[in-house]
Nanobody, 120 residues
Framework: QVQLVESGGGLVQPGGSLRLSCQAS????????MGWYRQAPGKERELVAV???????NYADSVKGRFTISRDNAKNTVYLQMNSLKPEDTAVYYC??????????????WGQGTQVTVSS
């Protein structure tokens, strides 16, 4: 069993910053990629940023230059530093771990989501 626990969401004014964290726990031997997705009301879930175990990162065009994803592989943790936040960044942010290697199988997992609200 693998669990992802997110933290760090909240209410922030436009132009402000937040840092999200997501830690995976359980019988984990390795995780291929960890990333963040978001879903705004009435919209589909979209990729925000992803980081592979080898250090490659990829970002949605809408967040490039403002958000930074990082990983601590030893702690099975991924972070998302969000700067210069805009109202359109308001959404529920979900952490995802891809191709988690456990003693028994490979699997993917999602976190429960954390609300980020950007408003004055």
């Amino acid at each position: 069993q693998v669990q992802l626990v997110e933290s760090g969401g909240g209410l922030v004014q436009p132009g402000g910053s937040l840092r999200l964290s997501c830690q995976a726990s359980g019988s984990i031997r390795s995780i291929s990629a960890m990333g963040w997705y978001r879903q705004a009301p009435g919209k589909e879930r979209e990729l925000v940023a992803v980081a592979t175990s080898g250090g490659t990162t990829n970002y949605a065009d809408s967040v490039k230059g403002r958000f930074t994803i990082s990983r601590d592989n030893a702690k099975n943790t991924v972070y998302l530093q969000m700067n210069s936040l805009k109202p359109e960044d308001t959404a529920v942010y979900y952490c995802k771990a891809d191709r988690i290697r456990t003693p028994w199988a490979f699997m993917d997992a999602w976190g429960q989501g954390t609300q980020v609200t950007v408003s004055s």
